[in-house]
């Protein structure tokens, strides 16, 4: 069955350092992947997403993220954090040909100022 | 334009009632899907309606849940014979429907305590 990894379910950064979040994926067939954030009081929000061509993609607010099809991951990045990235993010899958998504569990992101 | 709304925001009940729990999606949005966020879980997928095609039912736990969209748009999510296990979050999300750049957009979710 297919599902979305994400091994960091909290973490604890100052600002100014960088963030890597990981999330691995089991599914062998085409795949979409997105990055959601969702910051305190509100909703889940796109963050940034893949679908094709270049494996590294910019998001919004300086984020990043790496699709590596050989190790089935696409790692969040970001090379400094801001206290105002304290939030709740998550990973999520698309099979191409279902339009049926896969997310993670989540991973809680607390930058102290 | 408006987001994707979804009423009530929080519903408290007594274990064996029924709940109805609704959601707006964006106009014209022709894909919706209903998610449930359980404590310190990810988003479990619940049921996805695309247009005038069957719902795809696979993510419901159990026959208690069933859920409707009339007229391709508004959809109720229903609970009969709550459970405390069915306490969650409940997160409704819309999308254009099926193309290659498809994105979800996330109403604010329904909390729902069975006492």
């Known amino acids: 069955a297919q599902s979305v990894s994400q091994h960091n379910h909290h973490v604890i950064l100052s600002e100014a350092a960088s963030l890597e979040l990981g999330c691995n994926y089991s599914y062998g067939g085409t795949v979409n992947l997105f990055w959601y954030v969702q910051y305190p009081g509100q909703h889940l929000q796109l963050l940034l997403k893949?679908?094709?061509?270049?494996?590294l993609v910019k998001g919004i607010k300086g984020f990043e993220a790496e699709f590596i099809k050989s190790k089935f991951s696409f790692n969040l990045r970001k090379p400094s954090v801001q206290w105002s990235d304290t939030a709740e993010y998550f990973c999520a899958l698309r099979q191409v040909n279902f339009n049926k998504f896969y997310f993670g569990s989540g991973t809680k992101l607390n930058v102290k100022p | 334009g408006a987001g994707v709304s979804q009423s009530p925001s929080n519903k408290v009940t007594e274990k064996g009632k029924d709940v109805e729990l609704r959601c707006d999606p964006i106009s014209g949005h022709t894909a919706l899907y209903w998610y449930r966020q359980s404590l310190g879980q990810g988003l479990e997928f619940l049921i996805y309606f695309q247009g005038n095609s069957a719902p795809d039912k696979s993510g419901l736990p159990s026959d208690r849940f069933s859920a409707e969209r009339t007229g391709g748009s508004v959809s109720t999510l229903t609970i009969q014979r709550t459970q405390q296990e069915d306490s969650a979050v409940y997160l409704c999300?819309?999308?254009w429907g099926g193309g290659l750049g498809e994105t979800q957009y996330f109403g604010p979710g329904t909390r729902l305590l069975v006492l």
């Open positions: 999300a819309s999308s």
């Open positions: 893949y679908f094709s061509g270049d494996p």
